[in-house]
């Protein structure tokens, strides 16, 4: 990249931080640190005008945005013009196979203002970065993503159940029967207690579908492509599983 100034890209991304919803910070990478930014270039989750720049204008600087909760952003100079470029970062905790068939929440330019340009990160970027974190996430758990007017229950290995619902109404449903959200954004319910968990699963169908929410059970085997569009399924009984002899 161009021989820009560390300090305008420091002072520009500390803006940036402030003003996108949620709690941001910001740290810097100066070109003293080629490991990080070599991490860095092989984590950028673009594959459109960000790594086209890369390719032709190694990385010499980055600051890098991070979310409370782990989501990342990385900001760089614009190779040979005014602005920056802006793309997500790929989280490092996930396996590979979790990436596969998902479309790059693809980077965008920034203005010199870090005030309009939080604009523009937030009403396009930072959506499609949570939703694809969503299926990242989703496709490492072996979970079958969920619909609006469709929650997806995913039994694990370990006998606990998975979910990552889509809107409000489903999440207060999870939520109030025992559900915990994870660090993932996924909501899960141990398998510990059998009996606790079977009346949980059945209170759930009722409380679902009368929020206009069908309830569907599927093993981990039953994965679909993460590009794909699922069928809605039609409900499994909600007690088959937890009252299947599984002892505490």
Not at 123 to 130: F, P, Q, S
Request: charged share 25%.
């Amino acid at each position: 990249m161009h021989d820009h100034d560390s300090g305008r890209l420091v002072s520009f991304a500390d803006v940036l931080a402030g003003e996108l919803p949620d709690a941001w910070t910001s740290s810097h990478h100066p070109a003293e640190d080629k490991d990080d930014l070599a991490e860095l270039t092989d984590r950028i989750w673009d594959m459109d005008l960000v790594a086209q720049a890369l390719i032709k204008h190694p990385l010499q600087q980055a600051a890098v945005l991070t979310r409370q909760d782990g989501a990342q952003l990385v900001v760089l100079d614009r190779p040979e013009r005014d602005g920056f470029l802006i793309a997500a970062v790929a989280p490092s905790n996930l396996p590979s196979e979790a990436f596969r068939g998902l479309r790059e929440p693809d980077g965008i330019v920034l203005t010199d203002d870090p005030f309009h340009s939080a604009e523009l990160v937030t009403g396009d970027l930072l959506a499609r970065l949570d939703t694809a974190l969503a299926q990242a996430r989703c496709n490492a758990a072996g979970i079958r993503p969920s619909q609006p007017d469709l929650v997806v229950l995913t039994w694990q290995p370990d006998g606990s159940l998975a979910v990552a619902p889509v809107g409000e109404k489903a999440v207060e449903v999870l939520t109030a029967n025992g559900f915990i959200r994870d660090d993932d954004g996924i909501y899960r319910l141990s398998g510990d207690d059998t009996t606790v968990q079977a009346r949980a699963v059945r209170a759930i169908g009722p409380q679902l579908d009368a929020r206009g929410i069908t309830p569907a059970l599927q093993s981990p085997s039953s994965r679909i492509p993460p590009t794909a569009t699922p069928p809605a399924p039609a409900p499994a009984p909600l007690t088959t599983r937890a009252s299947a002899g599984r002892g505490r």
